[in-house]
């Protein structure tokens, strides 16, 4: 057996693992024993179980094929909205949907904060080879066309203030009883957009051109989702 077709072999049994015992009642022994392998021979491919689980959600994000058609777009203005506004909406809905996995991971992500960060670095290595180089360039389009001041420094550590502040409000709103309201829930996720798009640089006039215009297109589509 290949290189390559083993680590689909051992990333298969793992996927089965976590979604059956979750992240904390999975073991790297466990997964070897659904791959059918020793334990020593997952380690080669894998280092460590945050390993395996970064690599899982990093395969299901290019899985999204909304998320690989936005990646794909070309660098612009636009493309840095849309960038940030799908990160406040995915965020969003993972505290206030049912989705539970999703959730748990959130926490995960944070209690590896608190502990050796193995996996929020293994993590943000993954988001930043995804994402990274299309936040970039379209920011840089941006200022390029005088949609946003020039930046200072490096501009991807926009792109993580960015998110860090997006995770952050999330957390808060996991509990039960959120840890807090913000007012009305339904103007969040615009006030969340024009908060980081102002701090990563872009002027008033992108910001209500590009956000405004794509919300007006769900609005539409919501539309006619609904006569059809």
């Known amino acids: 057996m290949t290189s390559d077709l083993r680590r689909q072999l ?8 976590f979604a059956r015992h979750g992240y904390n009642g999975t073991t790297t022994k466990s997964v070897a024993a659904a791959a059918a392998i020793s334990e020593a021979l997952l380690f080669k491919h894998f280092p460590s179980k945050a390993a395996l689980y970064a ?8 899985a999204d094929p909304a998320l690989m058609e936005l990646l794909e777009r070309e660098p612009s203005t636009a493309t840095l909205v849309e960038v940030i506004r ?6 969003l809905q993972i505290a206030d949907g049912p989705d539970q996995e999703e959730a748990q991971r959130l926490r995960l992500m944070a209690t590896s904060h608190l502990d050796d960060g193995e996996f929020a670095r293994l993590l943000y290595a993954k988001i930043e ?15 390029a066309s005088g949609d946003a001041r020039p930046f200072a420094g490096d501009p991807l550590n926009l792109f993580w203030f960015a998110h860090h502040a997006v995770m952050t409000a999330a957390l808060t709103r996991l509990p039960t009883t959120p840890c807090l309201a913000y007012g009305r829930a339904t103007d969040l996720e615009r006030q969340l957009c024009e908060f980081l798009l102002r701090g990563i640089g872009l002027n008033d006039a992108a910001i209500a051109s590009h956000l405004g215009r794509n919300q007006a297109a769900e609005a539409n589509q919501a539309a006619i989702a609904e006569s059809a």
């Open 55 to 62: 690599e899982i959600l990093s395969d299901e994000c290019e």
């Open 86 to 91: 799908g990160m406040v909406e995915h965020f």
């Open 129 to 143: 080879t995804l994402i990274g180089a299309v936040f970039v360039a379209s920011l840089e389009r941006a200022v």
């Open 10 to 17: 051992i990333l298969g049994a793992a996927k089965r693992c």
